[in-house]
């Protein structure tokens, strides 16, 4: 005889078991019964929690991937050819004859070579362009809330050492007392690295990273930390939101609002930002600028906040492609603490023939510079690239929404993301992420290696030009790990422009794209489009601000 006693149990291991089979659904696992799921919540609760909590004891308990970085590496080569010196470096141009212009804001717009030659023959010293750059910096700030931190007393310092090892008959290349500015997610002793974040804005790291000590060693000045968007997410950060110098109404889009936006109006001869998925891409297109989204690996990470190990790249904002190439040539290598990073050799830009090159272009590739390269003898072609995998988006958001949540598990299990700036963005996506089965992940990442095969497959030209915005080549580059390079191209009407007009605009960029580590090929042909252009070399007008354009005093 059956009691009321056992009657209830069993309704209760019924019912519970219906309700754990309704949470399967959200895993896609509805096809086990209920004595099944019953059976898999008491063994997961035996096995699989202990193990969760002690692996996230070794390396989970710290916040921003600085540390014990996965072994699972990602590889976007597409030979296996010996990469050769990779220790080479490129023969930049000279600019001989260039002299130094009679206004502060002439010389803030000057190309960082042409700055770097003006330093060479003693026209300026490095000290004189801090001066002029933190100015600009402080002026424009408070209206494009582009800066964190500024870096005076080691700018000044760095400064004084460069001039002091000129004055000894000592220079160090192009970038000797140049100044320029970092994302703030790069690590910098001394000085907050925030992440964009108000949770994290009082943090100051004792790393410094591996980026800006390439760039120390080649006498380059750091004047500020730059907007980073809260955790590299969009533009909005703890201090408000990142405005377009082209038009002071917009907002800059992308992470690396700061880079983009100082870099635009002339704050900083250049700046290094970050891509994991369009923050490189995003911000210089709408801010105007020359930026370059170098292949996956070509630059190292450490000291930098980790998004996706597997995506995440640092990439240079420029006066032009040509200054570009310099930086890249001066930040690639091989970081030993940073398992993704390589020994690539970077072919020299500035000696490719581009006449023996084959290049494409999509259907929103922008005609002119399609017509000004074949002009130049390049042979342009008509181009698509052809796919099967149609979750190219999905794929994208897995591995980028996983990895992240593995950075910073710690921050969502102490519920810290109730206090982040903008709850649709991180908080959102890592609660999903949350649900993401491990298993998943994985048929993600081989979904993203049938990609990485087929784009390799349809890529048959050298190069090619298309938008550099569309959301999924956005996705789909970040995932095989193609570099781009976003060239200005010219400028619109705002739309609802004030009756009484407007210097205010919105600009026109492409991007040219290239085989993952021929970056030298999309610099080249960057280069070649802008010596004949000057949509680079405009100047956005920061000084007319609001409908009214009135000036900024």
């Known amino acids: 005889m059956i009691t009321d006693s056992e009657n209830n149990k069993c309704s209760e291991k019924i019912k519970k078991g219906s309700q754990l089979r309704e949470s399967f659904k959200m895993l896609d696992a509805s096809f086990f019964d209920d004595t099944e799921v019953l059976d898999i ?53 000279t600019h001989s004859g260039i002299q130094k212009p009679k206004t502060e804001e002439d010389i803030a717009f000057m190309s960082m070579l042409e700055l770097g030659e003006l330093i060479r023959t003693k026209q300026i010293t490095s000290l004189e362009l801090v001066q002029i750059f933190l100015k600009r910096l402080k002026r ?70 591996w980026v800006y000590k390439r760039l120390k060693s080649a006498g380059a000045i750091l004047v500020a930390k730059l907007v980073s968007g809260s955790l590299a997410y969009d533009d909005i950060w703890f201090g408000g939101r990142t405005r377009n110098p082209w038009n002071i109404e917009e907002f800059s889009t992308g992470s690396s609002a700061g880079p983009a936006a100082c870099t635009s ?69 091989k970081d030993p603490d940073d398992l993704s990073s390589r020994y690539f050799t970077l072919d020299d830009p500035f000696s490719v023939d581009i006449k023996r090159l084959t290049v494409g272009y999509t259907d929103d590739a922008e005609m002119e510079v399609v017509n000004v390269l ?44 109730d206090l982040y700036e903008a709850q649709e963005q991180w908080p959102a996506e890592l609660h999903r992420a949350r649900l993401i089965p491990a298993v998943d992940y994985v048929q993600a990442q081989r979904a993203r290696q049938k990609l990485i095969q087929e784009v390799k497959k349809s890529f048959t030209v050298d190069a090619f030009i298309g938008n550099a915005t569309d959301w999924e080549r956005v996705c789909l580059g970040n995932l095989v790990g193609l570099p781009v390079i976003v060239v200005p191209t010219g400028f619109k009407a705002i739309s609802r422009p004030p009756s009484e007009g407007t210097r205010r605009r919105t600009t026109i960029t492409t991007g040219i794209y290239a085989h993952p580590n021929h970056d030298h090929i999309a610099l080249a042909l960057a280069m070649a489009y802008q010596s004949v252009t000057d949509h680079h070399k405009q100047r956005p007008p920061i000084d007319n601000l609001g409908p009214s354009d009135m000036k900024l005093e």
């Open 265 to 333: 109006a002339g704050m900083v001869p250049f700046a290094i930002g970050s891509e994991t998925a369009g923050s490189i891409t995003y911000p210089a297109a709408r801010c105007g600028v020359t930026a370059l989204r170098p292949t996956f690996g070509m630059v190292g990470r450490t000291g930098v906040m980790s998004i996706a190990e597997s995506l995440d790249k640092l990439g240079p904002f420029c006066r032009s492609a040509a200054d570009c190439a310099v930086v890249l040539d001066t930040i690639r290598g």
């Open 374 to 417: 074949k002009s130049k003898g390049v042979n342009m072609v008509p181009f698509q690239l052809n796919y099967t995998v149609d979750s190219v988006q999905g794929i994208l958001n897995f591995t980028m929404d996983v990895e992240m949540l593995a950075h910073f598990d710690e921050w969502q299990r102490t519920r810290q993301d």
């Open 140 to 209: 424009y700030n408070p209206v494009l809330k582009s800066v964190i931190t500024y870096t005076d007393e080691l700018a000044y310092k760095q400064a004084k050492e460069a001039d002091e090892l000129l004055a000894k008959g000592v220079y160090l290349g192009p970038l000797h007392g140049i100044p320029y500015g970092l994302k703030d997610i790069i690590a910098v002793p001394g000085y907050r690295t925030t992440w964009g974040s108000g949770i994290f804005k009082d943090q100051v790291l004792n790393i410094e990273a």
């Open 41 to 93: 919540a008491r063994e997961a609760k035996e096995f699989n929690l202990p193990i969760f909590a002690a692996n996230r004891k070794l390396v989970a308990s710290e916040n921003g991937g600085l540390h014990k970085p996965s072994c699972l590496i990602f590889n976007p080569e597409w030979t296996d050819k010996h990469v050769g010196n990779a220790s080479n470096r490129i023969s930049y141009p």
